[in-house]
C-alpha cells in the first residue's frame, strides 16, 4: 500500500513538469507526509523520480529503513550527505514539502542546491491524505476502537477524579497502557472552562455543571479523536434541554452526509438546526483525521472541498454560553456511500454524582 502511494506521487512529477521530489525526516518526531508515505519514522530523504524511489539514510537506520520500506532503493550516506543528495537528485526543477521544511533548512538547501528551482508539493499531499486507502482505515477503526475501550474505562472512575489534570492523566495513563501515543493533549474542561474549546485541565477540582471530555489516541501512526460531555451534579430542565437539542443536531447532520456534497454544507445544516442557539456555536464543524489530528477535508462555511468516499473526518458541533456552559459532542466518522460513525460510546447525557 505505501508503494501505491508512492506512485501516485511519482505521477506528479511528470505532471508538474518536475524532475523528482524531496521529503525529508530530520526531527525526533517523524514528519506526517514522509511517515504517511514510508511508514518509517528514522531519519532519511526520500526522492522521488519519474521511474524510481530513492531513500538516503545513515548508517545507523539502514538495516531498519531496508526491513520497513519496501520497494524503495534504500541508500546509505556514510560521509556528506547533500553530496550524496546531489547525485541522486537530479534535474532543476524539484518539489518540496514546504510545510515541513523550517525557514533556516530551506535556507540549507538553496545554499547546498544552488541552481535549482523549487516548486511546493504541500497541496498534493494534502488532497492525496484526504482520502484514505484500506489499510489506513483499517487502522483509524483499531484507533477509534481503542479510545472507546479508554472512554468506558474513564467514565466507570469518573466519580473518582478530583481534579480535571487528575483526570486527564488517567487518559494518557490508560492510552500508554494500550500501547498508543496521544492525538493531541486531552481536553478535561469543567465549570466556565468548559466554554473555552480548547481549555487546558488546571490542578483544580472539578466544578459542578457541564464538564467536556476531548481525547484521542494515535495507533499506528493514525489518530481518532472523540468528545463527550458529561453533568457533574444535577442538571436543571433547561441544561437537558440544550444538551438533547445540540445531540439531536449532531445526529442529524452526521446522517445527511453524502458523497459529491460540500463540505461546508454540514456547517450550515448545523447552524440551521441549532436555531437561536446558533451564535453559541464559535469553531468549525470538523475536521479530517489520519497521521494528523487535522487534516482535509475542513468542514468550515468557506471550505471549498467536496465530500469522497474514504474520507474520515469529524463532526463536533458545540455550544458555549459566556462563561456560564459549554457541551461539545464529537465523532469520528467514515464516508462509505453513507456515513459510519467509528467513535461508539455512547453520545446519552451521563449525570455524575459528585458531593461538594
Given at each position: 500500500m505505501m508503494r501505491k502511494k508512492r506512485r501516485h506521487?511519482?505521477?506528479?512529477?511528470?505532471?508538474?513538469?518536475?524532475h523528482c521530489m524531496m521529503l525529508f525526516n530530520l526531527g525526533m518526531y517523524p514528519d506526517p507526509n514522509f511517515y504517511y508515505l514510508t511508514k518509517y519514522d528514522g531519519y532519511g530523504c526520500l526522492i522521488l523520480l519519474k521511474d524510481r524511489?530513492?531513500?538516503?539514510?545513515?548508517p545507523m537506520e539502514y538495516q531498519r529503513a531496508r526491513k520497513t520500506v519496501k520497494g524503495t532503493s534504500v541508500k546509505m550516506y556514510k560521509k556528506d550527505f547533500w553530496d550524496v543528495l546531489r547525485k541522486h537528485a537530479r534535474g532543476k526543477n524539484i518539489g518540496l514539502d514546504y510545510n515541513s521544511i523550517t525557514l533556516s533548512f530551506m535556507k540549507v538547501i538553496r545554499k547546498e542546491m544552488r541552481k535549482k528551482s523549487f516548486v511546493d508539493i504541500s497541496p498534493v499531499l494534502r488532497e492525496q491524505r484526504a482520502v484514505k486507502t484500506q489499510d489506513e482505515i483499517k487502522t483509524l477503526k483499531k484507533a477509534c476502537s481503542i479510545s472507546d475501550k479508554i472512554l468506558k474505562r474513564f467514565f466507570s472512575s469518573f466519580s473518582r477524579f478530583r481534579t480535571e489534570k487528575q483526570?486527564?492523566?488517567?487518559?494518557?495513563?490508560?492510552a500508554v497502557k494500550e500501547g498508543c501515543g496521544l492525538s493531541f493533549p486531552p481536553i478535561v474542561a469543567s465549570g466556565s472552562g468548559a466554554a473555552e474549546p480548547h481549555h487546558a485541565p488546571k490542578d483544580t477540582p472539578i466544578k459542578k455543571g457541564f464538564c467536556i471530555i476531548d481525547f484521542g489516541v494515535k495507533y499506528n501512526g493514525y489518530c481518532s479523536d472523540t468528545t463527550r460531555t458529561v453533568y457533574v451534579?444535577?442538571?436543571?430542565?433547561?441544561?437537558?434541554?440544550?444538551?438533547?437539542?445540540l445531540l439531536n443536531a449532531q445526529k442529524d447532520v452526521v446522517s445527511s452526509v453524502r458523497p459529491g456534497m460540500r463540505c461546508s454544507e454540514p456547517h450550515k445544516m448545523i447552524m440551521h438546526k441549532l436555531g437561536d442557539y446558533g451564535r453559541y456555536f464559535i469553531h468549525g464543524l470538523g475536521h479530517g483525521v489520519g497521521v494528523e489530528i487535522h487534516e482535509l477535508p475542513n468542514l468550515k462555511p468557506k471550505s471549498k472541498e467536496v465530500f469522497e468516499n474514504g474520507?474520515?473526518?469529524?463532526?463536533?458541533?458545540g455550544v458555549y454560553i459566556g462563561s456560564r456552559l459549554g457541551i461539545r459532542i464529537e465523532d469520528t466518522v467514515l464516508l462509505d456511500a453513507r456515513p459510519k460513525v467509528l467513535t461508539r460510546i455512547s453520545k446519552d447525557l451521563r449525570i455524575i454524582k459528585k458531593s461538594g
Open positions: 506521487l511519482r505521477h506528479h512529477v511528470s505532471k508538474r513538469k518536475l524511489e530513492i531513500l538516503l539514510v545513515p483526570a486527564a492523566q488517567f487518559l494518557e495513563t490508560e451534579g444535577k442538571p436543571s430542565e433547561k441544561d437537558k434541554e440544550i444538551y438533547n437539542l474520507m474520515v473526518f469529524t463532526v463536533e458541533p
